[in-house]
């Protein structure tokens, strides 16, 4: 059983800047990791994968540009999405999720192709 857990969320003027991580209990080898944001009255929306085993990245067009999502390498078991210019609409719960499905990359931001979820962190973009 995959553990994810999520740090990093706060609160942040406009333009500003986060960096959120994404720890997982097990090695990321054999996992796509992505990122999903949930604000309050909306349906949650994949904003960024990767997927490990080749390091392809896939990022919402709404995020492009200004978000970066990473790995760590070195015991491979961090996951990080790096956040700039922050706008009012970036607010949400902002969740990591894994799975072991090899998916296409329309499928990647389809959530109920992730296994395994954390419980979220709140990023509030507001001034």
């Known amino acids: 059983q995959l553990q994810l857990v999520e740090f990093g969320g706060g609160l942040v003027q406009p333009g500003g800047s986060l960096i959120l991580s994404c720890a997982v209990s097990?090695?990321?080898?054999?996992?796509?990791i992505g990122w999903f944001r949930q604000a309050p009255g909306t349906a949650r929306e994949g904003v960024s994968c990767i997927k490990p085993s080749s390091g392809d990245t896939l990022y919402a067009g709404p995020v492009k540009g200004r978000f970066r999502i990473t790995r760590e390498n070195a015991k491979k078991t961090t996951v990080f999405l790096q956040m700039i210019s922050l706008k009012p609409e970036d607010t949400g719960v902002y969740y990591c999720?894994?799975?072991?499905?090899?998916?296409?990359?329309?499928?990647?931001?389809?959530?109920?192709?992730?296994?395994?979820w954390g419980q979220g962190t709140q990023v509030t973009v507001s001034s």
């Open positions: 999720a894994a799975t072991d499905k090899q998916l296409p990359a329309w499928e990647l931001f389809s959530d109920d192709k992730y296994n395994y």
């Open positions: 097990g090695t990321l080898d054999y996992y796509s």
